[in-house]
């Protein structure tokens, strides 16, 4: 990578259950759901400066998880985020939402 490039990194969220799993990717809020056996990349861009990941204290560290039953929570560190298949097409906001789930 070149000094001033910015740095991308990735992170697979796979659903290895039996139901549904949300995951929830902050700062935006945006829920998208993971069937029984699918894997999402959550994406995130740092900045080319020493502290490429400005939303954590520490410069080295693109997420930050949080789990809880039936969902993860990802906050990307950088300075925009977003889900993917493993083949790279955005996911968008409320997929596969279950109905009368308000997200």
Excluded: K, Q
Excluded at 31 to 39: I, K, Q
Excluded at 90 to 100: F, K, L, M, Q, V
Aim: aromatic share 8%; proline share 7%.
């Amino acid at each position: 990578m070149a000094v001033d490039e910015a740095p991308v990194a990735r992170l697979r969220v796979h659903n290895d259950g039996e139901e549904l799993l949300e995951l929830v990717l902050e700062p935006y809020g945006s829920d998208h759901w993971l069937a029984p056996g699918e894997t999402f990349v959550v994406w995130t861009f740092g900045s080319a400066s020493d502290r490429p990941w400005s939303g954590t204290n520490c410069g080295n560290e693109p997420f930050e998880v949080d789990y809880r039953p039936s969902s993860v929570t990802v906050h990307a560190n950088g300075s925009r985020g977003y889900v993917t298949d493993v083949g790279g097409h955005e996911i968008d906001c409320g997929h596969r939402r279950p109905t009368g789930d308000s997200g």
